[in-house]
């Protein structure tokens, strides 16, 4: 079992091991016949249910030239009626629930076609039940057969129309299997029903917390009805929101008393035109709910209202007092599922940071080290603290030294507004210590780096209520944003055409700021060895330092194993990510690193490309057609459809891009046609730029393309579309290298 004490030494070596080299458990690949029959008698029983909304085989003339349309889609959740009997008794320790699934599409073209030519569905236990088939034009029904399912991998992505409510919280022990639809045609409808029960162990615990659902009314097809149905017993709470014209949840009457009875119904839905800049929980209708189970009437720090309540909103002090109260358990949660809890780690670091002198460090350099020693220490654990457990641990290492800090709470703004805050999982946590902000860290981040979903967001400073009055004391707080010059990522790129005149020769160094360094940075790292002196960052201890010979030599050994094989996969993993890019097969690629940028003195991450490309190269004749500009990559195609603007623009951060490309003329040719590449765009939302020249035998393009806003009234789409049109209309544009004599 891991230990929260600090990893050092082959210790942590063995984790990146064992985190290379752990094998994908796979489930069974195949399904007993036994089992299909078990599937099928299961499932029979709801294509028997009077549904009229699934009995329709027509479809509005308005959707015609829709790729596909979706006539019903039906979700219904009962938690088991028997549970709430002997939940949390000593005879009963599970939670059951039953979740029925029930879908009919019919299909216009061959994308949709395409689309659905494989279907999914979950066989766990023998009360599941699946049934899929196809109703072709005046045609009866024919079931699919099932006999060539193939198991999924743990963890694969399942479309959302195959997709469960509840798996997730109730464990990996549920397969999934996809199997093929032969003989689907445009015209077709297929139809699904499934019904699952899963099974919930409470043992330890007697609160449960479902996870949250965002439900986007738009599906990418047009839905002519929808209903989500969830019924539950008295020992639950009912949270739902509806945002931005969505249907809301209504409460219905059941026929058993102490079951509550809640149902969403949406119906005549067309599909979201604006699919770019676009943030769908904050832009398009949608409902989000959650269930909460607990035997507690007293659930402290839980975001829930009165059980029977369908509870939609919460008030600023209400939410502020149960974000505090949340925040305070954090100290007993365990770390990263050990026996230690999060005070047992705060304990261990403080006591680290002592040894290393922390007692005499100023407080800058000690708040800095207590960054990037905690930092350390999730660099070699699977997965990252929460915002909520990192500003714990944070603001608990700076309580030890007395050095004052607030607590921030706010909201994603891909998610919400901070009215709209109706789970605990989406409170983020932010420390302030003096004018300086720590956000949650990566592998990657800085002491004060930002983060894009927390731009300029609207938070509240909060903090421990009065323990005589219990008033608490609640300050507005804005966080701060960013401009496009602090989010940079730029490209130096040196071509030359290979002696064949076949291919580019291309030697292309990056370097990335900001937030483009944090999303750059995951990719560019993998498979080096950054890890490996990190110590160094918090003015820690080589940790060879205090080892024996023996140690010190199979330490020595483990590093270099590590060394090799991340030397070995690199280039592969640059290959392909090059080809991913460029959208052709590339030969060989080198990558050498120049900054991880991962201090705050070098906090520019930076590294050098080699590779070559043959399709940016064309011969007619005598003559070569070479598009340089091409180099840039791939760059946003607004379609016809998109170029009428409904919502307004969110570009995520403002952000700048920059290529300084030279091409080496190759001997007896002269360059034509780099007047028609230079091209000036620049307005209120952003610009986009290239300027060409011939200079002691090179070209030179200095190409800048700048989103110099986050958010752009829908108004001003035109503007946006003029440098976006620009940028991509230019990689198609090519210079002409002909003979001089």
Not at 129 to 138: E, S
Request: charged letters at 25%.
């Amino acid at each position: 079992m891991k230990t929260f004490k600090s990893r050092t030494g082959f210790a942590a070596l063995a984790v990146i091991l064992c985190l290379l080299y752990t094998p994908v458990l796979q489930a069974q690949n195949y399904i007993d016949e036994d089992f299909l029959e078990i599937l099928d008698n299961n499932a029979r029983f709801m294509l028997k249910e009077q549904a009229p909304a699934f009995a329709a085989t027509n479809t509005p003339a308005k959707w015609d030239k829709e790729s596909a349309v979706v006539i019903g889609f039906s979700r219904n959740v009962l938690f088991d009626r028997k549970s709430s009997g002997g939940f949390f008794t000593r005879r009963e320790r599970s939670l059951y629930f039953f979740e029925k699934t029930r879908l009919r599409i019919k299909l216009n073209d061959n994308n949709s076609v395409k689309a659905l030519s494989e279907i999914y569905f979950r066989y766990g236990s023998k009360e599941d039940g699946f049934i899929a088939r196809i109703i072709k034009p005046g045609d009866t029904a024919t079931n699919i057969d099932l006999k060539s399912a193939v198991a999924l991998e743990p963890g694969t992505d399942i479309p959302e129309y195959f997709q469960s409510f509840f798996d997730q919280v109730a464990g990996s022990g549920y397969n999934y299997y996809k199997v093929p639809v032969p003989n689907l045609e445009p015209g077709d409808i297929l139809e699904y029903v499934t019904t699952t029960k899963s099974k919930l162990d409470v043992t330890s615990s007697g609160y449960v917390e479902f996870s949250p659902i965002y439900e986007v009314c738009s599906k990418g097809y047009p839905v002519m009805f929808n209903e989500i149905a969830i019924e539950t017993d008295d020992k639950s709470f009912f949270k739902s929101l509806s945002l931005n014209g969505a249907p809301t949840f209504k409460k219905e009457p059941t026929s058993e008393q102490g079951f509550f009875r809640y149902v969403f119904t949406d119906r005549d839905r067309d599909t979201e035109k604006d699919v770019n800049f676009v943030s769908p929980f904050i832009q398009y209708p949608l409902v989000k709910f959650q269930v909460i189970y607990s035997n507690n009437d007293e659930a402290k720090g839980a975001f829930i209202g009165q059980k029977g309540e369908l509870k939609s909103s919460f008030a600023k002090e209400e939410l502020a007092k149960k974000a505090w109260e949340d925040y305070e358990q954090v100290g007993r949660a365990s770390y990263m599922g050990t026996m230690a809890t999060i005070q047992n780690f705060i304990d261990a670091c403080y006591s680290e940071l002592v040894k290393l002198g922390a007692k005499s460090w100023d407080e800058k350099t000690y708040v800095n080290n207590a960054y990037y020693l905690v930092r350390n220490k999730i660099l070699f654990q699977r997965e990252y603290l929460s915002d909520k457990k990192f500003a714990y641990v944070f603001g608990s290492l700076l309580y030890q030294r007395d050095i004052k800090s607030d607590l921030i709470i706010t909201i994603g703004n891909n998610i919400g507004k901070l009215k709209e805050v109706l789970f605990e999982s989406e409170i983020r946590y932010v420390i302030k210590v003096g004018d300086k902000l720590y956000f949650n860290l990566t592998d990657f981040s800085n002491p004060g780096d930002q983060l894009e979903t927390l731009l300029s967001n609207e938070a509240y400073i909060i903090s421990q209520p009065a323990k005589k009055t219990g008033v608490q004391e609640i300050k507005p707080f804005v966080l701060p944003g960013t401009t496009a010059a602090e989010n940079s990522a730029s490209y130096a790129i040196s071509v030359e055409m290979a002696p064949d005149m076949k291919t580019l020769s291309i030697a292309r160094t990056s370097h990335f700021k900001g937030i483009q360094k944090g999303k750059a940075s995951p990719a560019a790292l993998k498979f080096t060895t950054y890890m490996l002196n990190d110590y160094v960052n918090y003015g820690g201890a080589d940790p060879t330092e205090k080892m024996r010979s023996r140690e010190v030599e199979e330490y020595t050994k483990s590093a270099k194993s590590l060394t090799d094989e991340f030397k070995k996969q690199k280039p592969d993993f640059v290959k392909e990510s090059l080809q991913s890019e460029f959208h052709q097969r590339i030969k060989d690629a080198k990558f050498t690193l120049i900054s991880d940028g991962r201090t705050q003195k070098k906090s520019t991450l930076s590294f050098k490309e080699e590779f070559e490309l043959n399709d940016y190269v064309r011969r007619a004749g005598k003559k070569y057609l070479v598009n340089l500009s091409g180099l840039m990559g791939s760059q946003l195609q607004i379609k016809k459809e998109e170029r009428t603007r409904k919502y307004d623009i969110d570009v995520r951060f403002p952000k700048t891009y920059a290529w300084y490309i030279t091409f080496k003329i190759p001997a007896g040719y002269k360059a034509e046609g780099l007047a028609e590449l230079n091209k000036s765009i620049d307005n209120e939302t952003g610009l986009f730029t290239l300027a060409a020249k011939e200079e002691n035998g090179l070209i030179v393009l200095d190409i800048k393309k700048t989103y110099k806003q986050k958010e752009v009234p829908a108004a001003k789409w035109n503007d946006m579309l003029a440098f976006i049109d620009a940028a991509y209309n230019t990689t198609f544009k090519y210079i002409l290298l002909t003979p001089k004599q």
